[in-house]
């Protein structure tokens, strides 16, 4: 059984920056694609971005594209989510995922995931 740990979310002001970090307990192709969701109060959980550790593949939402970017150091299983200019609507609970591929993150279904972090909050203010 594979355990996602994630740290690094916390609270900013507009246009500012966050690293969250997650790291997997174990290596097994169950986790292939890492990557992060989140879920804003109300909201749907939403697939943020991923990382396939094969060939370097990676995914963004429409909403983060130039602004987030997505990296990981097999050696460490670890992903990591710089985000930059960090806007109000980015406020959520941002959750580490894993699965074999990324599919879920394509297809945008959070229930078919394999792998689930605990969580981190991200409060973004003005």
């Known amino acids: 059984q594979v355990q996602l740990v994630e740290s690094g979310g916390g609270s900013v002001q507009a246009g500012g920056s966050l690293r969250l970090s997650c790291v997997a307990s174990t290596y097994s192709d169950g986790i292939n694609c890492m990557g992060w969701f989140r879920q804003a109060p109300g909201k749907e959980r939403e697939g943020v971005a991923a990382s396939h550790r094969r060939g370097g593949y990676t995914y963004y939402a429409d909403s983060v594209k130039g602004r987030f970017t997505i990296s990981r150091d097999n050696a460490k299983l670890t992903v990591y989510l710089e985000m930059n200019s960090l806007k109000l609507e980015d406020t959520a609970v941002y959750y580490c995922?894993?699965?074999?591929?990324?599919?879920?993150?394509?297809?945008?279904?959070?229930?078919?995931?394999?792998?689930w972090g605990q969580g981190t909050q991200v409060t973004v203010s003005s």
């Open positions: 995922a894993a699965d074999p591929g990324c599919g879920p993150w394509l297809k945008e279904d959070a229930l078919s995931v394999d792998y």
